[in-house]
């Protein structure tokens, strides 16, 4: 008898919720009813809300059950489950989930469908076909293929990431690194996480392809230490990659180098900064470095060094393989490709949406994330992590590309939305986000360092004494316009966002009327 395929997901949200249970129930019930399987640990599709989501292959295709616990399992046994029977918990057809379907999946062609640590199911899917074509051409070519895709940084910045690789090769070094930042630290972001653990070797091959285009034969990915089965996940992928000639001394026969390394995080914000990250790497304190010199020309231990983002590494095999017009021929302006959006907060259907650049809030909170949880109306969306403004409804219909949120004071950032109802205290939030900035800085510049901690103390003031409102408004919006100007980093450069953005679309919340306040985030 050829056993059925089972899928149960080894992703990290759907081990929150019992998939390792689910995964020996279904074994179990099978070798007690002596019905062969084999079971397949996945990544997740992103359908959070639904996990633990087992699926079964049947000959018209894997079909989806939804939110499964180890008690379902012997009903999904007596439904039918090994032959995609009905069951309440049934979703249907898995790629023809709604919330599934109608994803443009790019960088996550693959995450949730193939089993993350088997070569062979990379390679079947698409996979090592970028790295294959990179051996063939010149490193120029590589780098020019990257840029004419518009690929831009994922993590936050948006820069180009053809124009940082460009710099990195031009510059003369005895030595140059690959970095990857997979120190995924902003409030509702999981994307790194969940590409890291369900399809380490694109991110692998990534990495690989940047070293080829720059002249570099080290990398290191810097993982945060709260992630520790994507370090595992990707130990064991580096491992097996390394075995198969895909790094080390020899890519391939090529005779081209390539090695690659973990090193894991101590939990500090800051060091999902580029430098502050590289200070950590060298064994420092996470500390902001000023630039110039930017990385490019003194990375690492003082040579030039590519420091990109887990999403934006894996996407380069893509580039690579389907060319770059490909990739340019999603998004819209000067926003390419595709961005994985992550809904977190107060939505009743939280997970992973990716998206060609166009898409609106709006569609994302609705059409995707199905509205609040509660029940109640949706007022505020962060986009972007804890230093990205909050929105109101009226900014919901603007298209989702970097340079239209920029326009409104805003951010895409590395897409994470964190939504809030009706309940929400804004003055609250503002205060939180400017609390965090205090707690997370690293104490290098004065406006980051005593800025946030001034700025939480005047949010106090606005909330304890009415009478003085306006004059402590007038203090906040003096301090945000220092910190805006004058901080080293992201970091105390964006933590008036969500406060400016507070103020600006909802006074009510700060005790004023509105038109009072403005926002001075230019």
């Known amino acids: 008898m050829t056993p059925v395929t089972v899928y149960v997901p080894r992703d990290a949200a759907a081990l929150a919720v019992g998939a390792d249970s ?33 699926e079964v292959a049947t000959p018209e295709g894997r079909v989806a059950y939804g939110p499964v616990t180890s008690e379902d399992v012997a009903g999904l046994f007596d439904a039918g489950l090994l032959q995609g029977g009905d069951h309440p918990l049934s979703q249907g057809l898995t790629e023809e989930i709604p919330y599934l379907k109608n994803q443009e999946r790019l960088t996550f062609a693959r995450v949730g469908v193939t089993d993350p640590l088997s070569l062979e199911d990379y390679a079947a899917h698409g996979g090592w076909q970028g790295l294959k074509r990179a051996l063939q051409i010149a490193p120029e070519q590589i780098v020019e293929e990257v840029t004419q895709s518009g690929l831009r940084g994922r993590g936050g910045a948006a820069f180009p990431t053809g124009i940082k690789w460009k710099t990195v090769l031009h510059a003369s070094a005895p030595q140059k690194y690959i970095v990857c930042n997979a120190d995924e630290g902003d409030s509702g972001t999981f994307a790194d996480r969940m590409l890291m653990e369900g399809d380490p070797y694109c991110l692998i091959e ?3 392809i940047a070293g080829l285009a720059v002249g570099a034969d ?35 026969g090529s005779g081209r180098r390539f090695h690659l390394e973990i090193r894991k995080g101590a939990g500090a914000y800051i060091c999902g900064e580029e430098t502050s990250l590289l200070d950590s790497l060298e064994g420092k304190r996470g500390m902001v470095r000023p630039k110039p010199p930017l990385p490019a020309i003194e990375g690492l231990f003082g040579q030039p060094t590519v420091v990109n983002n887990v999403l934006s590494l894996g996407t380069v095999p893509l580039v690579l393989a389907k060319g770059a ?6 998004g819209v302006g000067r926003s390419h490709g595709t961005q994985p959006f992550q809904l977190a907060g107060n939505l009743k259907h939280g997970g992973l949406v990716e998206k060609a650049f166009g898409v609106t809030l709006r569609e994302l909170l609705y059409d995707y994330g199905g509205g609040s949880a509660s029940g109640r109306p949706l007022r505020a969306v962060q986009v972007g992590g804890p230093l990205g403004a909050y929105l109101p409804e009226s900014q919901w219909d603007i298209p989702l590309d970097y340079e239209a949120y920029a326009a409104a004071s805003a951010m895409v950032g590395h897409g994470g939305l964190v939504a809030f109802d009706d309940t929400v205290n804004m003055l609250r939030m503002a205060r939180y986000a400017m609390e965090f900035c ?18 939480v ?16 408004v007038e203090l906040l919006r003096d301090l945000c316009d220092t910190m805006l100007g004058g901080s080293l980093c992201a970091l105390g450069g964006m933590a008036p966002y969500p406060v400016l953005s507070a103020l600006q679309h909802f006074p009510e919340d700060f005790g004023l009327a509105a038109g009072r306040v403005g926002v001075a985030a230019d």
């Open 22 to 54: 689910v995964a020996k129930a279904v074994l179990a019930e099978a070798a007690a009813r002596g019905t062969p399987v084999k079971l397949v640990r996945n990544g997740s599709r992103g359908l959070l809300w639904l996990e633990t989501l087992l």
């Open 325 to 330: 017009a490909y990739y340019r021929d999603f």
């Open 457 to 472: 103390e005047t949010l106090d003031r606005i909330a304890a004494d009415p009478g003085k409102r306006e004059q402590q």
């Open 218 to 252: 080290q990398g290191y990915i810097y993982v945060r230490s709260e992630y520790p089965q994507a370090i595992d996940v990707l130990n064991q992928a580096i491992e097996r990659a390394t075995s198969a000639g895909w790094l080390g001394n020899d890519l391939q």
């Open 438 to 455: 205090a707690i997370e800085s690293c104490g290098k510049c004065t406006p980051c360092r005593i800025g946030s901690v001034r700025g």
């Open 206 to 208: 990534g990495m690989v």
